[in-house]
């Protein structure tokens, strides 16, 4: 292991920066979302639903849900988080409010930058509050609160709240520099794009169609966050995203209204959830509600888009990494484990990981993805398996000139080349940082380590 090794810079995504669940998700079963904790703890990526309270503050003037922690997580400037819950109350069904927003430490809890919903009569059934909080500065500890107002009614002191589908997801960072957007509109899942297209008249709207997402295939429950900033959009009041996920359908489409017409810069923001299983992903932009109702349209317009950027939300839950290490494909998994040295080697390895999947033939290729914390004394990191004959060369490997830091994402690609009754991996640390260092075990984090059969999707490219 202390021989020299090719050493591959593995693709940064742009949420490597942290914590990041964005990277290695699955599309799985269809699952129930997690139960909301008592202490309202949540996770990157994870849906939650669940019961909680409401309670009125000092000045009796709102009712706030205080406080969601982000599990292990921390900010810097300019990341951009998506923030979104379905509401109701256990009462009748019904929020006797006209607003509800959500705030967030990320934004130094600014009231002005908080995603809103308004209603003058109330809430009836479940309502959907969704939208992106930017970083304003740096943070150890990202954290949001919901905040209900402007009641239409006397209200108590306490109000039961029923939460659906809260999840959070870090979308990227403002700062990050974004891609060329392709000619042919076809984008990869959590890259950032800057570009212009051709927004073509279509009864009265302007359309650019179509754009595809490099993402094969979808399951029930899947969600996908779609959220760019529109320049070039000034004469007209509405911006509006659709896709394939929810059928074209206007009225469940996410949009953007000004009456005064869009500003340049215009955030446009939204999420789609699949209803069924299903292969291929698109979406379009649509601007409409010219200012001027009189005049004669063109044909085409110029529409520039920045920081497009797509980030899928699996349905399934995080599953605690059991003791055996026997996992199951296409499910993503969190835990403790020890990175024992082996003296021989003089490197630190975790052993071993046996995948329910059998048997396996040769030339099948498998998706291994991760995030690792507790890693930061040493500079690579390693996947071997039996698929590719515990080949070092040929195992996909991240290497760090200063250490691993926590929260770093790993995506490696394993060929089989025989066939075997099990897929069996193991992860190495070489390379400490200090070259005196010789402590064991070194306990790591691993989170949503997941396992994917990629075979017939190499073959499609």
């Known amino acids: 292991m202390k021989t020299p090794v090719r ?43 669940g019961e909680t309270i409401a309670t009125v503050n000092e000045d009796e003037t709102a009712w706030s849900v205080e406080y969601f922690n982000v599990v292990d997580s921390s900010f810097k400037e300019g990341d951009e988080f998506y923030i979104s819950c379905g509401i109701s109350s256990t009462k009748n069904n019904t929020l006797d409010f006209k607003q509800i927003a959500i705030q967030s430490s990320a934004n130094n809890w600014d009231w002005n930058a908080a995603p809103k919903k308004w209603s003058e009569g109330g809430f009836e059934g479940t309502t959907v509050v969704a939208g992106k909080i930017t970083a304003t500065t740096d943070g150890d500890n990202l954290a949001f609160k919901m905040q209900f107002d402007n009641e239409t009614k006397a209200q108590r002191d306490e109000i039961d709240i ?36 051709t927004a073509n008249l279509n009864e009265g709207a302007y359309e650019a169609q179509y754009f595809n997402v490099n993402d094969s295939s979808y399951s029930a429950g899947d969600t996908y966050i779609i959220s760019y900033t529109l320049d070039k959009a000034i004469d007209f009041r509405q911006a509006v995203i659709q896709s394939n996920l929810n059928n074209w359908d206007w009225a469940t489409s996410p949009k953007v209204w000004s009456g005064n017409g869009l500003a340049e810069g215009q955030t446009v923001i939204g999420d789609f959830t699949a209803a069924e299983s299903g292969d291929g992903i698109s979406f379009k932009i649509r601007v409409d509600s010219p200012l001027d109702e009189e005049a004669e349209l063109p044909e085409s317009i110029e529409l520039a888009l920045k920081d497009l950027i797509v980030v899928k939300v699996s349905n399934s839950t995080i599953l605690p990494l059991p003791g055996s290490m026997m996992i199951d494909m296409g499910r993503n998994y969190a835990g ?31 998706k291994i993805t991760f995030t690792v914390s507790g890693a930061d004394a040493f500079k690579q990191l390693a996947v071997q398996s039996n698929v590719n004959g515990w080949a070092w060369d040929e195992s996909p490997k991240l290497w760090r000139t200063e250490g691993i830091e926590d929260g770093t994402a790993f995506s490696g690609i394993i060929t089989a080349t025989e066939d075997c009754d099990q897929l069996t991996f193991k992860l190495w640390f070489d390379n400490p940082v200090d070259e005196d260092f010789d402590t064991t075990p070194v306990a790591m984090t691993l989170d949503n380590l997941s396992v994917s059969d990629i075979t017939e999707d190499a073959a499609t490219e």
Do not use: C
């Open 7 to 49: 050493r591959h810079l593995a693709k940064i995504v742009v949420f490597a920066m942290m914590l990041s669940t964005a990277v290695g998700f699955t599309p799985a079963k269809k699952a129930a979302a997690a139960d909301l904790s008592q202490y309202l703890n949540v996770e990157y990526g994870i849906k939650y639903s």
């Open 162 to 197: 029923t939460l659906t589908d809260l999840y959070i997801m870090k979308i990227g960072n403002i700062y990050e520099e974004a891609s060329e957007l392709p000619e042919d509109l076809q984008v990869d899942l959590e890259t950032p794009y800057d570009g212009t297209v």
């Open 336 to 366: 403790m484990v020890d990175a024992v040295k082996d003296e021989e080697m003089g490197s630190w390895n975790v052993q071993y990981f046996n995948v329910n999947n059998s048997p396996i033939t040769a030339g099948q290729q498998f």
